[in-house]
Nanobody
């Protein structure tokens, strides 16, 4: 069974920084794209940033120039460095991974999610 575990959320003042981490563990797997999503109260979940297996990245317009996504394939980990945080960045941040899981001589591809980590930015 595969698990995605996020860490690094918290409370920070506007203008501050946080670094989120997400580790993938469990069954035998390979990781394709990884990404970070967020969901604020009363709003739909939205893509914040994504990174391909080859390292190509894309960002939501609202975070370009402030957030940086990266990955360490040896550690099965994706990071989100968030700088110049704004109150509107307040949300639950979710890690997402496109995985191929190998079990019992079969493979399954699917999107896996972490449990979410709260980021709160005070004004």
């Amino acid at each position: 069974q595969v698990q995605l575990v996020e860490s690094g959320g918290g409370l920070v003042q506007a203008g501050g920084s946080l670094r989120l981490s997400c580790v993938v563990s469990g069954s035998t797997f390979s990781i394709n794209a990884m990404g970070w999503y967020r969901q604020a109260p009363g709003k739909q979940r939205e893509l914040v940033a994504a990174i391909s297996s080859g390292g190509s990245t894309n960002y939501a317009d609202s975070v370009k120039g402030r957030f940086t996504i990266s990955r360490d394939n040896a550690k099965n980990t994706v990071y989100l460095q968030m700088n110049s945080l704004k109150p509107e960045d307040t949300a639950v941040y979710y890690c997402n991974a496109d995985l191929i899981v190998y079990e019992n001589r079969r493979s399954f591809r699917g999107a896996y999610w972490g449990q979410g980590t709260q980021v709160t930015v005070s004004s």
